[in-house]
């Protein structure tokens, strides 16, 4: 069956930085376009990034553009969010997904914000 292991998350101050990774299992990973959603404290779930297969075309929500970078190794199975110049509104619970409305998703990886 599909599975979806997030890893990375953890306490940073403000203006840190955090690499998550995702390592995917019972799919064919390298065919699935990915995603990243978070989901903050009394809020909904929130698309943060996606890639398309081979990496050439992402997304990126407009309040984490030019922070965030999504990649994938398709060798490895594996999803990857670097995170730079967090900021407090970035803490959330942090999923990976292999749909565009997170249906499918992992456990997720907390992120905290915080000084």
């Known amino acids: 069956q599909v599975q979806l292991v997030e890893s990375g998350g953890g306490l940073v101050q403000p203006g840190g930085s955090l690499t998550l990774s995702c390592v995917a299992s019972g799919f064919t990973f390298r065919s699935s376009s990915m995603y990243w959603f978070r989901q903050a404290p009394g809020k909904g779930l929130e698309r943060v990034s996606s890639i398309t297969t081979g990496g050439a075309t992402v997304f990126y929500a407009e309040a984490v553009k030019g922070r965030f970078t999504i990649t994938r190794d398709n060798a490895k199975n594996t999803l990857y969010l670097q995170m730079d110049n967090l900021k407090s509104e970035d803490t959330a619970v942090y999923y990976c997904?292999?749909?565009?409305?997170?249906?499918?998703r992992g456990r997720g990886t907390q992120v905290t914000v915080s000084s």
């Open positions: 997904a292999k749909d565009d409305i997170g249906r499918t």
